[in-house]
């Protein structure tokens, strides 16, 4: 199917793009999940307000010991990063998971994050590093944790005029155990489940409607068999 | 809206609607039909094309997006008629039945032999892992890969290394 019409804005800066997004627009990053939505318009706004020309949100750099990721950094780029492969392992073993090279060269790191799939590899590893997402919006800015960023299955506590900029993630100490393994049922898909280690955190992803962050596999109280077999057997591969 | 886009070495200029897709401009606005459309939702990559020399899906961008940029096409992979290697190798290995998925397969697979050259069979499954082929059951497009590989770095064609 194709799209039902809308109106397309490419902003140059970010205060543009700001003051142009409301209840009606939705901002366009890698368009990995969005376009689909309006292939099949199952989203149907009346603006589209496309990111990819705003300067500034592209870029990855280290600021004091922590990692900061422009919203609009492509999922390619996370993974061809050095200072990632180096010092946010997880980070790197997760998002070479996400789909294919093909989705990685468009999708971006906040397109994941703001979508809040809650199989998706992204925020599951990101919880497991205890990142903070900071938020703009013409009122001013916030800066949310998983907890209270992710709300539900493809929820956030975005409100519509707000949009994801840049995402700070701590340093983890040298020598912490770091790891990434997830269960699809075919290569690139969405998990069944994954699991991000990071440290003493474990971060759960497939399990629940958003994220789960537990210190250890009994905490998370997985009631179903299979799904403890399951998340158990990950955890091992992540640890 | 007005766009200008540089289709395969040729400026393509036209007037489209925001929402439509590079794939829908590709076949119908510069009537090159070499890029198919299967899903329209990035899952079979049927529609890959290059944008500035990445493989994307063309169904998951707005022409409007392309506007400015460059865009590399399956018509644009031969050169002056003489196939492009890893075409030669699609044909000899039988990589290809219906053909419908063969554009996307060599849009997605040619950048990865050019960058990486040496892959082994775990590396050439994991790269054209985002395209489906109903037809072959990809043993032939994993053939096709490697005998374009071994052309690639000069080695005799149809001879084990």
Known sequence: MKPAPFDYVAPRTLDEALALLGEDAKPLAGGQSLVPLLNFRLARPSLVVDLNGVTGLDRIRREGGSLRIGALVRQRALERSRLVAEHWRVLRAAVSHVAHPAIRNRGTVGGSVAHADPAAELPCALAALDARFHVRSQRGSRVLSHGELFVGPLQTALEPDELLVEIEVPAVPPGARQGFAEHARTHGDFALACVAVAGDRIALGGVAPTPRVVSSLDEAHLDDPYRRALVAELLRRAA | ?161
């Open chain 2, 1 to 161: 809206m007005k766009i200008a886009v540089d289709v395969n070495g040729t400026r393509r200029d036209a007037d489209v609607e925001p929402r439509t897709l590079l794939s829908d401009f590709i076949r119908h606005d510069c009537g090159l039909t070499g890029t198919h459309v299967g899903c329209e939702q990035g899952v079979c990559g049927a529609c890959t094309v290059q944008l500035d020399g990445e493989p994307v899906r063309s169904c998951l961008l707005f022409a409007v997006q392309a506007d400015g940029r460059s865009v590399r096409t399956v018509e644009g992979l031969a050169d002056h008629g003489e196939l492009h290697p890893l075409q030669r190798a699609f044909n000899e290995t039988h990589a290809l039945q219906c053909g419908f998925c063969t554009s996307g397969f060599l849009m997605t697979l040619e950048p990865a032999i050019r960058d990486a050259g040496d892959l082994d069979e775990d590396e050439i499954r994991a790269a054209l892992a985002g395209n489906l082929c109903r037809c072959t059951g990809y043993v032939g497009i994993v053939e096709a890969v490697k005998l374009a590989a071994r052309e690639l770095r000069g080695e005799a064609r149809g001879e084990e290394p």
